[in-house]
C-alpha cells in the first residue's frame, strides 16, 4: 500500500501565496505521476496540475498553470504544489493523488492512490 500525506493547507487573504505538500510513503514503483487536485463545496474533484516522477514532467490546468507550480523532490518522495496570488475561488479541499504509470490523465478516476486532503480558504 502506498500512503499521502498532505500538508500546507490553511486560511489566507487574496492575493497571498500557500506551498502544499504531499510525502509518499510505503510500497515504491519505479515510474508513476503525481496530481494534485481540488474539490470546493458542492462541486467535483477537478485536476489541477500533475508531474512524472522520472523525467519531471509537468502538467496544469490551463485555468491555473500561471499561478500554480508543481515540484517534487525524490530524495523526500515529496511534491510540492505551490499556488500564487490566491483567489477566494480557489477554496477547496487540495488533494494529491498517484498513478502508478507514465501517462499523466486528469481524470482523477484514472489515479490509484489519495491523499486525505488539506484544507485550502481563501478569504477576500
Known amino acids: 500500500q502506498v500512503q499521502l500525506t498532505e500538508s500546507g493547507g490553511g486560511l489566507v487573504q487574496a492575493g497571498e501565496s500557500l506551498r502544499l505538500s504531499c510525502t509518499a510513503s510505503?510500497?515504491?514503483?519505479?515510474?508513476?505521476?503525481m496530481g494534485w487536485f481540488r474539490q470546493a463545496p458542492g462541486k467535483e474533484r477537478e485536476f489541477v496540475a500533475a508531474?512524472?516522477?522520472?523525467?519531471?514532467?509537468?502538467y496544469y490546468a490551463d485555468s491555473l498553470k500561471d499561478r500554480f507550480t508543481i515540484s517534487r523532490d525524490n530524495a523526500k518522495n515529496t511534491v510540492y504544489l505551490q499556488m500564487n496570488s490566491l483567489k477566494p475561488e480557489d477554496t477547496a479541499v487540495y488533494y494529491c493523488?498517484?498513478?502508478?504509470?507514465?501517462?499523466?490523465?486528469?481524470?482523477?478516476?484514472?489515479?490509484?492512490?489519495w491523499g486525505q486532503g488539506t484544507q485550502v480558504t481563501v478569504s477576500s
Open positions: 493523488a498517484l498513478n502508478r504509470g507514465t501517462t499523466v490523465y486528469s481524470s482523477p478516476n484514472r489515479y490509484d492512490y
Open positions: 510505503g510500497r515504491t514503483f519505479s515510474t508513476y505521476v
Open positions: 508531474i512524472t516522477w522520472i523525467g519531471g514532467s509537468t
